[in-house]
C-alpha cells in the first residue's frame, strides 16, 4: 500500500498545480508586442502594390543614421490612412531579414 502512495500523491499535487500554471502562462502571451521606440519622419512615397512607404527620418533607436529610404509594413491597410508629405512617428523592426514598420501615428 505505502508504494502506490508516493505515486498517487504525486500526481494530485501536480494535477492540482496543472490550473494555477496555466493561469500564470496565460497572463503573459507570446504575442504581447514589445515596446519598440518611435523615431520621426515624413512620408515621402507610397508603393500600395509592393506594400512600402517611403519615409525621410532622423536617426533610428537601432543606430541607422537619418536618411530616406523604403519599408516594408506590417499592416498594408495602413498605407490608406498615410499622405505623402505627412509628418509620422514609427517604429521599426527586422522581420525576414527586412525594416519593417511595425506601428504608426502621424506626429503631433
Do not use: Y
Request: proline fraction near 9%; hydrophobic fraction near 45%; charged fraction near 20%.
Amino acid at each position: 500500500m505505502k508504494a502506490l502512495f508516493a505515486p498517487v500523491l504525486l500526481t494530485l499535487l501536480c494535477a492540482a498545480a496543472l490550473p494555477v500554471v496555466a493561469q500564470n502562462h496565460a497572463a503573459t502571451p507570446a504575442s504581447a508586442p514589445a515596446k519598440v521606440p518611435m523615431a520621426d519622419g515624413t512620408v515621402r512615397k507610397i508603393d500600395k502594390v509592393n506594400q512600402r512607404v517611403t519615409l525621410t527620418h532622423g536617426p533610428l533607436p537601432n543606430g541607422m543614421p537619418g536618411m530616406t529610404m523604403a519599408f516594408r509594413v506590417k499592416d498594408p491597410a495602413w498605407l490608406d490612412r498615410m499622405k505623402e508629405g505627412q509628418k509620422i512617428r514609427f517604429a521599426t523592426e527586422e522581420i525576414k531579414g527586412e525594416l519593417t514598420v511595425v506601428r504608426f501615428e502621424p506626429a503631433a
